[in-house]
């Protein structure tokens, strides 16, 4: 039975979010870069006899040489697991590159060429496949044709690259290395270690097993759920040729990315809103995740929120919190369409409701949803002195 451990995307060295203040990015850079060591310890503890890394290890632009000093460190301390490192966009073998600074230790191999090499493996009856980006770019369908099918090996391929869902349609143009599933499942591997997507992901081409383990920390807000690696174990199938292939995801992230709605209606202080924002998660969690919280719902147009003072008091709270006002003031139409008052807002306001209501009547649902928005544009410039954006509803 063979144990693999088969990580993509730690780019190492990327900074952390411009929002965070120092300290907490500096932590969280760390955090980032650590990654590989966090990896290198899984590979100890299960005994993996190989450790497949599929591009995007760091970043070219941001990572520091002492950094990929300690990774070949880190590499020399699992000496029992066999490395395999193919660079990809963020990490190419670019003149300067610090794959070429570091002195590897013998258990690492780093594909350089742009051309697919192999490394065979007589004792683990493996053979590797993989490839290194040179450029930052990549058009070519470098794939395409290729066939790593040795009989009697299990067969592995580790390259960073796009994968294209729908061949024939026109968004073969990725500039991060196309594969075309046809490419994926013509290369006839058994276990295909990509890299390039940060969401985790298992699939199947065919008859090989291909896998996006995502970044294993989380790197931007977009970057929500879980996040880690793999771990996959190859058994021969008895009494059958070829064999069976089991990738089991690893969460390993230190934090989480958080995006929750907070609909604050009806919550007319700022410290209810407070006690709201504060009901997420328990402390640890709090304490220890990113959140982005987007303020929804509908509020009285004469209450005025301090967001980034509620941010601040809160900052205690959480490892970073984002509150995103997305909320609108909710304006007492009923008062304003009496046409006793003679305010600039009561004839505005009967104005614009005439002209949605005169819409509504001829079937003009997109442009009553716009003099309607105008009617609440115009209402907050009047009572706010400024424009309060609002998602269509
Ligand atoms: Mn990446």
Redo the contacts with the bound molecule.
Sequence with gaps: MLKIVHA??I?AGRPASRELDKEKASIRRREIETGLFRIAELCRREKADLLLLS??LFEHSHARATWAREAGEVFRSIGGTRVFISP???DPLVRDSLYKTVDWPGNVTVFESDRIGEVVLEDLSTVVYGLGWRTYLEHRRLLQGFRGARDGLFNILVI?GDVVWNAGASDSGSQYLPIHLEDLEGTGVDYAAL????VPGAFKAGEVTAVYPG?PEP?DFGDKGERGVYLVTAARREGQAGFSVSPEFIPMALREMRSEDLDITGLDTLERVRNAVLSFGDSSARKRDLWAIRLTGVVEPEIVFDIRELERSLGDDFFFLRLVPDYSPGYDLDALSDPENSSLEGRFARHLMGLRDELVEKGEGRSARIADLALQYGLDALRQGKVILRRGR
């Design positions: 993509a995307d780019h591009g995007d990809g966009n963020h960073h890299g390039h997507i940060h970044c790197l």
